[in-house]
């Protein structure tokens, strides 16, 4: 049984997702859901599923708080699902490959520094471009740069808003996510 840890700093939408996918699996459990936020709605989720929450700060997790939770805890896999924080660099070399992050653009498009949640959706809107998406893929120490496992896209028109792109976007997101994790196991 592989044991996976979501990292989360808001609403939690796609870890609500990966919960329910994995709640019957043989395969994987969801041992985790750590949070940056202790007022994230994301700690409500989990408590749902019934499954444990860590809060840290950014300074506890530069210091290694974080790291040496996912390691007492048999953490195999993380998965970011909108999170927001630079991860240190050592907490990525303690999963080489094994940890998987959901960006909610079709990079090498709109990311990088302050491309996150609804920036991104603004940028894609100020453009006008005609299509956007989702891109799953593994994170390396150049944060938005990691092997691309998956993309899909969907079709934009002039009347879309950043907050319609949103809906969109997430959508592909729900439907793909627990999907692609679960054949990176
Ligand atoms: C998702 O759209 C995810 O792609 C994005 O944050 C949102 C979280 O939504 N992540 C990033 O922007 C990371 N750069 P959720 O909390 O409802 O799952």
Do not use: C
Not at 156 to 165: G, K
């Amino acid at each position: 049984m592989k044991r996976l840890a979501i990292l989360a700093s808001g609403s939690g939408s796609n870890a609500e997702k990966i919960m329910a996918h994995f709640q019957h699996s043989e395969k994987a459990e969801i041992a985790l859901v750590a949070s940056n936020k202790a007022e994230a709605f994301v700690l409500e989720r989990a408590k749902k599923f019934g499954v444990p929450t860590f809060t840290f700060t950014r300074k506890e997790m530069d210091a290694g708080t974080l790291l040496e939770k996912l390691q007492s805890e048999n953490i195999d896999w993380v998965i970011l699902a909108g999170f927001l924080l630079k991860i240190p660099v050592d907490l990525i070399r303690a999963f080489p490959d094994k940890m998987v992050n959901i960006h909610p653009a079709l990079l090498p498009k709109y990311g990088g520094k302050g491309m996150y949640g609804n920036f991104v959706h603004e940028a894609v809107k100020a453009a006008g471009d005609t299509e956007t998406g989702i891109t799953i893929h593994l994170v390396n120490e150049n944060y938005d740069e990691g092997r691309i496992v998956f993309q899909a896209s969907t079709p934009l028109t002039s009347a879309d808003t950043p907050e319609s792109i949103a809906d969109k976007v997430h959508a592909l997101e729900h439907k793909h996510f627990p999907e692609i994790i679960d054949g990176l196991l």
